[in-house]
Nanobody, 123 residues
């Protein structure tokens, strides 16, 4: 499975961005699709996931501000990010896997990763 992210950029605090991740080479609808983020010197952290059943889970830090969705016809997963904060600045990665519910935030449960897209929140 190949994953390609897009939609990153520079945005002011309080602004919005929508990230997209297009998948190819696998059965997209059968995978849980996650978003993770990483800043230099820190571990990659969980942001959100949408399971094959379309149930969603979010990190506490983004709950209520971010929304994950998927389009199984377009093989695409989205991350709508609103009310962005400077601390949201990171490289955002799309990931695909079949994580069990108890480990859904564990990056080791995801088999495939995109190359990342940079999000910078700054005035």
């Amino acid at each position: 499975v190949q994953l390609v992210e897009s939609g990153g950029g520079l945005v002011q605090p309080g602004g919005s961005l929508r990230l997209s991740c297009v998948a190819s080479g696998g059965t997209f609808s059968s995978y849980g699709m996650g978003w993770f983020r990483q800043v230099p010197g820190k571990e990659r952290e969980f942001v959100a996931v949408i399971r094959a059943t379309k149930t969603t889970h979010y990190a506490d830090s983004v709950q209520g501000r971010f929304a994950i969705s998927r389009d199984n016809v377009k093989n695409t997963v989205y991350l709508q990010m609103d009310a962005l904060k400077p601390e949201d600045t990171a490289t955002y990665y799309c990931a695909a896997g079949r994580p069990i519910l108890s480990a859904i935030r564990d990056r080791n449960m995801y088999y495939y990763w995109g190359q990342g897209t940079q999000v910078t929140v700054s005035s």
